[in-house]
Nanobody, 126 residues
Framework: QVQLVESGGGLVQAGGSLRLSCAGSRRTDSYTMGWFRQAPGKERNFVAV????????VYADSVKGRFTISRDNAKNTVYLQMNSLKPEDTAVYYC????????????????????WGQGTQVTVSS
C-alpha cells in the first residue's frame, strides 16, 4: 500500500504555468502513475500517465503539447508540469497509482487505479 500526497496547486492567470508534485510514502517504482482532474459537477477525467520506468507517457488530447508528466523514482515523486494554462484547466488534480495487468501498461480509466492522493486545486483565471 502507498499513500500519495499532491502539492503545487494554486491560482494562476491564463497562459501561466504550474508544477504539481505527487510524493509517495514508499517506493512507487512498481506503479504506473497517472494524473486525473475533476471540475465541479463533472466526472474525474484522465490527464496523463507515465510508465514505471518513466520511459513511456500518454496524454489526454486536451493537454497534449502543454503538460508534461515525469517521475523521479529515487524520490518516489511524480510531477506534472503545466504550461500555457487555460481557464478550462481549472479543476482538482489527483495523482493515482496503478499496478497494471493484462496487455496494456496503462489505463485511462480511473477505476483501474488502486491508490489516490487527496487532490490539489488548480484555478486558472481569464
Amino acid at each position: 500500500q502507498v499513500q500519495l500526497v499532491e502539492s503545487g496547486g494554486g491560482l494562476v492567470q491564463a497562459g501561466g504555468s504550474l508544477r504539481l508534485s505527487c510524493a509517495g510514502s514508499r517506493r512507487t517504482d512498481s506503479y504506473t502513475m497517472g494524473w486525473f482532474r475533476q471540475a465541479p459537477g463533472k466526472e474525474r477525467n484522465f490527464v496523463a500517465v507515465i510508465s514505471r520506468s518513466g520511459g513511456s507517457t500518454v496524454y489526454a488530447d486536451s493537454v497534449k503539447g502543454r503538460f508534461t508528466i515525469s517521475r523521479d523514482n529515487a524520490k518516489n515523486t511524480v510531477y506534472l508540469q503545466m504550461n500555457s494554462l487555460k481557464p478550462e484547466d481549472t479543476a482538482v488534480y489527483y495523482c493515482a497509482a496503478d499496478i497494471p495487468y493484462g496487455t496494456s501498461w496503462y489505463s485511462r480509466d480511473s477505476r483501474e487505479y488502486d491508490y489516490w492522493g487527496q487532490g490539489t486545486q488548480v484555478t486558472v483565471s481569464s
